[in-house]
């Protein structure tokens, strides 16, 4: 599978367990906020879930700059 799907699934999959929702109603323009109201707990909560399952660490700085899914997909394909 490729490595960029994976993490793909892995950010969705994040986000939407901390939404309590579906992954089938996330995509790359979808914000974190507006769109799913997750809130700064929230936020972290879904960097420590994609730390836990890719074994990577994730910045505070990092953290801070997530508008977007495809933001956290970018940051976290950086890492690689």
Not at 30 to 38: E, I, Q, V
């Amino acid at each position: 599978m490729d490595k960029n799907i994976d993490i793909e699934n892995t950010v969705i999959n994040a986000i939407a367990h901390a939404a309590g929702t579906l992954p089938d109603g996330i995509n790359s323009h979808t914000t974190l906020k507006d769109d799913l109201a997750l809130d700064s707990l929230d936020i972290i909560e879904i960097a420590m879930n994609i730390e836990e399952q890719l074994r990577i660490f994730i910045s505070d700085d990092t953290v801070d700059n997530w508008r977007t899914v495809e933001n956290i997909i970018n940051s976290v394909n950086e890492l690689f």
